[in-house]
């Protein structure tokens, strides 16, 4: 493709991306890093966890994100009932009073699928983690003795952390599969929290999506533009030598020096970030560089996703297991704040400012 033509995608998709950034920001409030990262995650194609308690707005915050999207949205309610099949088929009684079968929330919309949204995955049972990790890694399913392909879904999905009733916990190899868990909290500006009770504007979620205008991103084309993208954000060396410190760091972090407070760091880490997890990490890093338009990737690029995509996948000894959300937020802080960051990276990065 010619270079000319190359960058006019280029800007073009970003106005795009940073569209839909606005446009959700208009309904969605004291959420913008966490609709900057989804955003990252979409042109990255990466599947995303979603960490929040109950009534945050995450189910209007996905549904204005999937509107400007485009394609369809489907979305499925886990329970301890639910079972694998449930999400390929249902069976019901027509009119005639003999039993049909329709095809299910991952097979309804075929290859319009775009986001698909699954809300508390943990009350689901393992057997439906598995279908679903299956066909977030492979992009199709058999069913009815024909192939369905989903190449443009990218699934979504909400953790009930606050409920350790019938909830089964997604196992690490599990969570390795999401690129990012993105928590949404609640706002602490006391005037967002303030709207939030008051202004009834906040009390309609349909009313609300609806006025996120739709389709700002043509959902068929995102794969093709993604390779586009990765292939675009260059990095140096020596800013490779540093991501693989910070891989290093998530592993034995004692041998940087990183040490957190009432915890032996000797004993904290059972399996740190895996090549996958990494791979995700530069990924991202990536199209944050290119939202913020730039050809080559910084320090900061990493900074800004690291934390989203690393403490997930980080597997702690037993003992600290029960503090994880805790610990693993002290920990990415302390690794991005104890490893050094490469002279020749801080030069680069001196000479853009």
């Known amino acids: 493709m010619h270079i000319a033509t190359h960058d006019i995608q280029l800007a073009d998709w970003r106005s795009h991306a940073l569209k839909l950034e606005k446009e959700v920001q208009k309904v969605i409030v004291g959420q913008d890093k966490a609709i900057r990262l989804m955003n990252i995650a979409i042109f990255a194609r990466g599947h995303v966890l979603l960490e929040g308690g109950v009534g945050v707005g995450k189910t209007t915050l996905l549904q204005s994100i999937a509107r400007c999207i485009g394609g369809a949205y489907e979305r499925i309610e886990g329970t301890v009932d639910l079972m694998p099949n449930d999400l390929i088929y249902h069976t019901y009684l027509g009119e005639d009073g003999r039993p049909k079968i329709d095809e299910g929330p991952l097979l309804r919309a075929g290859e319009n699928l775009s986001v698909f949204f699954f809300n508390e995955i943990n009350r689901a049972r393992p057997q439906v983690h598995a279908l679903m990790l299956r066909v977030m890694a492979e992009r199709h399913i058999s069913a009815f003795k024909k192939e369905y392909r989903l190449p443009h879904m990218v699934v979504f999905a909400d953790r009930n952390q606050v409920e350790k009733n019938e909830t089964f916990e997604i196992p690490s190899a599990a969570r390795d599969r999401f690129m990012m868990e993105i928590p949404i909290d609640i706002p602490a500006d006391r005037e967002l929290r303030k709207a939030l009770m008051f202004d009834v504007k906040f009390q309609h979620a349909e009313s609300l999506t609806k006025q996120v205008e739709s389709n700002v991103l043509q959902f068929d084309q995102l794969n093709a533009f993604s390779d586009v993208l990765q292939s675009h954000i260059k990095s140096s060396d020596v800013l490779e030598e540093y991501a693989l410190d910070l891989w290093e760091s998530t592993q034995n972090p004692e041998k ?9 760091v000797n004993r904290l880490i059972h399996t740190g970030a895996s090549p996958r997890g990494m791979g ?25 996703v690291f934390h989203e995509l690393i403490a997930h996948r980080l597997v702690f000894n037993s003992m600290y297991e029960n503090r994880r959300t805790q610990l693993a937020r002290e920990l990415t802080t302390q690794i991005l704040s104890t490893v050094a960051v490469p002279s020749q990276a801080k030069s680069v990065q001196a000479k853009a400012a």
């Open 280 to 304: 995700m990490l530069l990924k991202a890093a990536r199209v944050n560089a290119w939202l913020m338009n730039r050809d080559s990737l910084y320090p900061e690029d990493i900074h800004a």
């Open 256 to 264: 940087f020096g990183i040490k957190l407070d009432s915890v032996d």
